[in-house]
């Protein structure tokens, strides 16, 4: 099937989407999260295929970690996609009304966007997460995984598609394009007049490839150089617990650390404690000269590793001499994903809340929380890091435009 066929069958099922009310689109997340369950064997054998062909291929474990599906995994996918069902439904909302002096009522109401395209990269959960959340949304999604989980993301897409047309959706409501090639995904890119918005999904090169070739609408997601500030009035413990966690947790997503700003002046525990912690961890630090003489084992980093998303074992270190400098930094080198301090000094947390320019600032907590989950979004489809019409973690609101409802009696200009 080409492309255009594709988009054709998604623009027939973005109109019946469009009126199919929330409880036929909760039947179907239903009937599509038992789906994946019930023939989570076929979904773990295509998988199974990808994980050999990925380890032939070089692909490091972190890297591997996000391919993996397992029993338990594909459970926790379908209990997302119920999670998304039990959502309140977006479609119909009134954003607010006037009713003008010559009598017109003006609403606002919210509406899908239509036909959604995604390109991303090897996690075979994002092709669940995104298909339950546009189907709530009353979006047409057309999927386009990378090659290292084609085999994984064939198998879910199948799955998910019978089960919608068994509970009568139409076919073009979940569909995966097969074909990886770039040629595929630059036709993809360009499907004016048939995708409404492409969102791509993954690393710095694909995002920047779609932003610089495609000619629909895009909403560009980030990749993650989140940093870490440690402030010198600052718990030492829980700065070591909130930097393990955000860097080594699972160091393969975009909301993991991947540089650490210390203040020059932070409790010398903080110092022996973290380096500690990181050797155990075997995390390897690329250091400033100050890190370097304090920790023989760090390398010493090149200016590129402060805008480097390791996406593994490794982290970027530097000292500062006061918070404003940490700032600098972090708006010079960030992406503008997550970024976060650990102080006690109430002053310094509120500058750094209203002057680090980002989608998600914290304080005092790990950067790991910039998920739609733990936002209480349901799943996700990505984290904008652009500043129109979605930023953060993008859930069934980000997923929807609106359009103005004007009703009158015969008013006429």
């Known amino acids: 099937m080409t492309l255009i066929e594709m988009g054709q069958r998604a623009k027939e099922a973005a109109r019946f989407l469009n009126t199919a009310g929330t409880f036929r689109k909760n039947d179907a997340l ?31 474990e972190s890297m591997l970690d996000r391919l993996t599906l397992t029993s338990e995994r594909i459970c926790a996918i379908a209990d997302g996609v ?152 600052c718990d030492p413990d829980m700065a070591v617990d909130i930097v393990i966690n955000a860097k080594t947790s699972r160091p393969s997503v975009c909301n993991a650390a991947e540089s650490l700003l210390i203040h020059k002046n932070a409790p010398v525990a903080f110092y022996e404690k973290m380096r500690t912690a990181f050797i155990q961890k075997k995390v390897e630090v690329r250091g400033c000269p100050v890190i370097c003489d304090l920790w023989n084992e760090a390398i010493p980093a090149t200016e590129a590793d402060f805008d480097t998303e390791f996406l593994d074992y490794m982290i970027s270190v530097k000292t500062v001499n006061n918070i404003d400098e940490a700032i600098d930094h972090i708006n010079a080198h960030g992406t503008g994903h997550s970024e976060c301090i650990v102080t006690e000094n109430y002053t310094n947390a509120e500058h750094f809340l209203d002057c680090v320019d980002a989608a998600a600032v914290y304080v005092n907590a790990s950067t790991r929380f910039t998920d739609g989950n733990e936002f209480g979004f349901g799943a996700e489809i990505g984290i904008s890091t652009q500043k129109m019409h979605a930023r953060g973690p993008m859930g069934l609101q980000e997923l929807t435009t609106f359009k103005y409802i004007i009703r009158g009696n015969g008013q006429v200009r």
């Open 30 to 60: 239903f009937a599509m999260a038992d789906a994946l369950v019930t023939r989570a064997d076929l979904i773990l054998a295509a998988n199974e295929a990808d994980i050999a062909v990925a380890r032939e291929n070089g692909m490091s």
């Open 82 to 233: 119920r999670a998304v069902a039990a959502l309140p439904d977006p479609v119909g909302e009134t954003l607010g009304e006037v009713r003008r002096p010559n009598g017109l009522r003006i609403a606002k109401r919210r509406v899908p966007l239509g036909v959604i395209g995604v390109i991303y990269e090897a996690r075979p959960n994002v092709t669940a997460d995104v298909a339950a959340l546009c189907l709530k949304s009353s979006n047409a999604c057309i999927l386009r995984g990378g090659k290292e989980a084609i085999s994984s993301n064939r198998a879910m897409a199948q799955v998910m598609a019978q089960a919608l047309e068994e509970v009568g959706f139409p076919a073009g409501t979940v569909q995966l394009v097969e074909d990886t090639s770039r040629e595929t995904a630059t036709e993809m890119m360009r499907l004016n007049g048939y995708i409404d918005v492409l969102i791509p999904r993954g690393g710095a090169g694909l995002i920047q490839s779609v932003v610089q070739n495609a000619t629909v609408p895009v909403i560009e997601t980030g990749t993650g150089n989140c940093h870490i500030y440690v402030d010198a009035e």
